[in-house]
């Protein structure tokens, strides 16, 4: 079950709550909504509550959403857990849009700008801004998590497989196909070496099978040198053949198949920098701090039979993950990142002409485009009738609201009532266990 976060009159966080006795606590008049997503109690009066259990946040970060999970290593039990999706193509979009005006200013007829493109220098451990976005996006979950809620560690996803894993030696049989956490480190590594394609035909998007380049039957090892992987048709078609018949026809290839399996294992370590750059910031924050492979995540979350989701990912990061994960009823909080606005202060139009100058001002009548705001209109007005939606200020005093039934104009400030800030965030209720059908089924 999806717990409600609570803190105290102090605004400290006490243990979170069942939804019932949420229920409870606000029919009682004990407690005030605090904030809305997540969803958060604040008690009215002081309390002797004893101390909140220690909870653990857990971070699987994905390129596109990741995934967080916040659970109690005692009981098992998933407490919270959202999926936060970033919005770097956007970014990256926005930057080009930004580069193109500005180069369009060179062959204008103005006055003369001396050139600067290498008076420009990057500082250590620069990131491009869209990857930065998802470790800036990561961070104020982690700080705003912990501010509501008594996490005592984290665990994140580092690696996308264990290299010392890897160093076992020799493994018996079948046993890396069977879901073992070394089958489990060994795919990873596969995947990542072979770019997650077929190395004899280069088909991707497919399910890929772990193939011994020597087969078994002649002797070959289940060293991970050894290991490729193919889709089946070529699997089936290769059986026993040795690779330089099998690819007699296609001489290029071969050679690459035979390079690629000699390439040393550090080769293949793809150095992921975004979530080096998130581990040595989340270090910084002081929490004690575990770290998990992609292997490790995988083999959890098989052993437990949860499906492929970026929050029951979340939930199996790492070696501390209670045996027994309790998930059931769990309601992921679905977070999208929103950005702030513009700091653009000229407006264009198509052609990139400006057509006008943006006010300085941001807040009209108590309230800031993005904010989540109910209307209620009487009759009367144009846009009469319920309406709940993001706002749209306008210095009139009438503004538009974003509705998922589409846009209303013309809403007068007066009939607006708050509902949640504009906090760089936009939410929906997930469904519990739903699979996200856009992952790779790896
Ligand atoms: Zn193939």
Redesign the pocket.
């Known amino acids: 079950m999806s717990h409600v976060f609570v803190v105290d009159s102090d605004k400290q966080p006490l243990s979170p709550v069942h939804p019932g006795r949420a229920r409870l606590l606000l029919k009682a008049g004990k407690a005030a909504v605090y904030r809305r997503a997540p969803f958060t109690l604040i008690l009215k009066k002081p309390v002797e509550e004893p101390r909140p259990a220690p909870l653990r946040l857990k971070i699987d970060p994905g390129a596109r959403t990741t995934g967080l999970a916040l659970v109690d290593d005692a009981s098992g039990q998933v407490i919270w857990a959202a999926e936060l999706t970033h919005r770097g193509a956007e970014i990256k979009k926005a930057l080009d849009k930004r580069r193109a005006m500005r180069r369009g200013r060179r062959s204008r007829q103005t006055r003369y700008r001396t050139s600067r493109f290498d008076n420009r220098r990057r500082r250590t451990g620069w990131l491009p801004p869209l990857h930065l976005s998802r470790v800036h996006n990561i961070l104020t979950w982690v700080s705003r998590i912990t501010r509501i809620a008594h996490v005592t560690a984290l665990s994140q996803e580092l690696v996308r497989f264990d290299l010392q894993q890897l160093e076992q030696p020799e493994i018996a049989g079948v046993q890396y196909q069977h879901g073992t956490l070394f089958g489990c480190e060994v795919r990873e590594y596969l995947l990542e070496k072979w770019q997650r394609r077929?190395?004899?035909?280069?088909?991707h998007n497919r399910p890929l099978q772990i193939e011994h380049i020597v087969a078994r039957a002649r002797g070959g090892t289940a060293r991970v040198s050894n290991l490729c992987l193919?889709?089946e048709?070529?699997?089936t078609k290769k059986g026993t053949q040795v690779l330089k018949d099998f690819l007699a026809h296609d001489p290029e290839r071969l050679a690459r198949v035979l390079a690629q399996a000699k390439a040393s294992l550090k080769d293949a370590t793809a150095v992921n920098v975004t979530r080096w750059e998130l581990f040595r910031r989340l270090q910084a924050s002081g929490l004690p701090l575990e770290t998990g492979s992609g292997g490790r995540t995988k083999y959890n979350r098989r052993v437990r039979s949860l499906p492929k989701t970026h929050w029951l990912g979340a939930a199996c990061v790492g070696e501390s993950t209670p045996e027994p994960l309790s998930t059931e009823g769990v309601v992921p909080l679905l977070i999208t990142a929103t950005g702030r606005g513009r700091r653009k202060m000229c407006n264009t139009n198509a052609l990139g002409f400006p057509t006008g100058h943006r006010k300085r001002r941001r807040r009209y009548f108590g309230f800031q485009t993005g904010d989540q705001v109910r209307a209620v209109v009487p009759e009367g007005f144009a846009a009469v009738g319920t309406h709940v939606g993001r706002v749209m200020v306008r210095a009139t005093g009438h503004f538009d609201l974003t509705t998922t039934q589409g846009r209303v104009s013309g809403v007068p400030h007066r009939f607006c009532h708050p509902i949640g800030r504009n906090d760089g965030y936009r939410y929906q209720r997930g469904t519990p266990h739903a699979a996200d059908p856009t992952l790779p089924s790896a």
């Open positions: 077929c190395s004899y035909c280069g088909a193919a889709c048709p070529c699997n």
